[in-house]
T-cell receptor
Framework: AQSVAQPEDQVNVAEGNPLTVKCTYS??????LFWYVQYPNRGLQFLLK??????LVKGSYGFEAEFNKSQTSFHLKKPSALVSDSALYFC????????????FGKGTTLSVSS | GAGVSQSPRYKVAKRGQDVALRCDPI?????LFWYQQALGQGPEFLTY????????KSGLPSDRFFAERPEGSVSTLKIQRTQQEDSAVYLC??????????????FGPGTRLTVL
C-alpha cells in the first residue's frame, strides 16, 4: 500500500536553532513530494514541492527540503527556527503512476520556544 | 485573485440530516479536489473534478456522499443521512492545470462538520 510516514508527532526546538521535520514514503516508482503547513482554524498552506531535478528544494518562509531517493525520505528543514513557525506540518506524496490525489502523512506539530 | 473559500465554516447537524458544503475555487482553476480530515489525522482524498467532469470519486466513503461541479467552478459536497463518523473537517483544494500530477493544490480553510 502507498503511504507516508511522519515518525514524530511533535518536534520541539528553541528559537534560532535549526529544525528538521521528518518524512518517509512508500510508493511504487518515483513520487512527487509536497510539504504543507496548517495553522489553527486555517487551511493547508503550500510550502514547497519536489518534482524533478535538484534534490534540495527551497520554499516559502525560509524552509527547504531534501529528497533522498535511496532512503525514500523528504525531510523538511530550516536553518534558524522562529516562534511563528510553530504549527502543524504535513508531508504529502503523489505517486507518478496513480491519480491526482495527494496522500498525506498524519502530521507533525512543531513547537518553537523563545 | 482571492484564495479558495468554503462555506459554511462550521456546521452542526443532527444524525440523519442532510448537509451541503460549498467550495469556491481560485478563479480560473480547472481542477478541484475534496478531502476529509478527521481529528488528529492527515487529509484523505474524496473526489476530483476537472472542470465539470468528476474524474475520480474513489475516495468517497459511501453512497451517502455526493459531489458536483455543474458549471466547472463552484462545487458542492453533499452528505445524506449524516452519521457520527462523518464528523470531520472537509477541505477543498484547487489547482490551475489539467495535468493534476505536478500542479500545486491550494486549500481552502475547510468546513468543520459535527454530527450529533
Amino acid at each position: 500500500a502507498q503511504s507516508v510516514a511522519q515518525p514524530e508527532d511533535q518536534v520541539n526546538v528553541a528559537e534560532g536553532n535549526p529544525l528538521t521535520v521528518k518524512c518517509t514514503y512508500s510508493v511504487s516508482g518515483n513520487p512527487y513530494l509536497f510539504w504543507y503547513v496548517q495553522y489553527p482554524n486555517r487551511g493547508l498552506q503550500f510550502l514547497l514541492k519536489y518534482i524533478t531535478g535538484d534534490n534540495l528544494v527551497k520554499g516559502s518562509y525560509g524552509f527547504e527540503a531534501e529528497f533522498n531517493k535511496s532512503q525514500t525520505s523528504f525531510h523538511l528543514k530550516k536553518p534558524s527556527a522562529l516562534v511563528s513557525d510553530s504549527a502543524l506540518y504535513f508531508c504529502a506524496v503523489r505517486p507518478l503512476q496513480a491519480g491526482t490525489a495527494l496522500i498525506f502523512g498524519k502530521g507533525t506539530t512543531l513547537s518553537v520556544s523563545s | 485573485g482571492a484564495g479558495v473559500s468554503q462555506s459554511p465554516r462550521y456546521k452542526v447537524a443532527k444524525r440523519g440530516q442532510d448537509v451541503a458544503l460549498r467550495c469556491d475555487p481560485i478563479s480560473g482553476h480547472v481542477s478541484l479536489f475534496w478531502y476529509q480530515q478527521a481529528l488528529g489525522q492527515g487529509p484523505e482524498f474524496l473526489t476530483y473534478f476537472q472542470n465539470e467532469a468528476q474524474l475520480d470519486k474513489s475516495g468517497l466513503p459511501s453512497d451517502r456522499f455526493f459531489a458536483e461541479r455543474p458549471e466547472g467552478s463552484v462545487s458542492t459536497l453533499k452528505i445524506q443521512r449524516t452519521q457520527q463518523e462523518d464528523s470531520a473537517v472537509y477541505l477543498c483544494a484547487s489547482s490551475h492545470g489539467t495535468s493534476g500530477k505536478t500542479d500545486t493544490q491550494y486549500f481552502g480553510p475547510g468546513t468543520r462538520l459535527t454530527v450529533l
